[in-house]
């Protein structure tokens, strides 16, 4: 029979469109925060991250926002290009550090040329 | 640009044989992760290793999955006897914890296992 598998939520954007991805976590320790970008038939490439002392963090095209007080994160890209259609996943550790994390269940992000 | 590198990429092979996965974490990372990843349970972390150190192998079956890392250039992961319901897509990450600020999971791109 046929196999259900996770159901990954989908943004679709056009080509040159700001995308935004949310995550919301639910451990209120957690204080470091990473984004993940996921293309078919490979592993997940960090892209950015955040610590909790910050509410903002900027990389090329990419922003990362943390609203610790909801417990959500974002991750914004500018003028989004067919490249970065693939799978966003945020994670995040309780640690202090770079040790353990857990991974949310992840976003496809789908480019319309 | 240093990369993890997982051999072999892909393996298929019967149910019951031993299954071997290999990983070289990046030079001077000191944190070695093994992950899982289906569609149905997404990425499940399986085994963690710090400084050689196996710290956290909850998600690891013990009856059939063993993880190593006999020296630090070299993790290994294997299954004996695989079962059908192992089949997935195994990654390695390696990151650091030594150095301020650290330096975050890098994956390899992964062994696709199937077993028949």
């Known amino acids: 029979g046929e196999s259900v598998g996770l159901h990954l939520p989908t943004l679709s954007v056009q080509e040159g469109d700001n995308s935004i991805i949310n995550c919301a976590y639910s451990?209120?320790?957690?204080?470091?925060f990473i984004w993940y970008k996921q293309e078919s038939g490979k592993g997940p490439q960090f892209i950015i991250d955040?610590?909790?002392?910050?509410d903002k963090r900027q990389g090329q095209r990419v922003t990362v926002l943390l609203n610790k007080t909801v417990k959500h994160l974002s991750l914004q890209i500018a003028a989004t290009q067919p490249g970065d259609s693939a799978v966003y996943f945020c994670a995040e550790s309780s640690n202090g550090g770079y040790q353990k994390v857990t991974f949310g269940t992840g976003t496809k992000l789908q480019v319309i040329p | 640009d240093a990369r993890v590198t997982q051999t072999p990429r892909h393996k298929v092979t019967e149910m019951g044989q031993e299954v071997t996965m290999r990983c070289q974490p990046i030079l001077g990372h000191n944190t070695v992760f093994w992950y899982r990843q289906t569609m149905m349970q997404g990425l499940e972390l399986l085994a963690y290793?710090?400084?050689?150190?196996?710290?956290?192998d909850s998600g690891m079956p013990k009856d059939r999955f063993s993880a190593e890392m006999p020296d630090a250039t070299l993790a290994t992961l294997k299954i004996q006897p695989s079962e059908p319901r192992d089949s997935a897509v195994y990654f390695c990450a390696s990151g650091s914890d030594r150095v301020i600020p650290g330096v975050p999971q890098h994956f390899g791109d992964g062994t696709r296992l199937s077993i028949l």
């Open positions: 451990n209120s320790a957690s204080d470091y």
């Open positions: 290793f710090r400084n050689r150190a196996p710290l956290d």
């Open positions: 955040i610590r909790s002392n910050m």
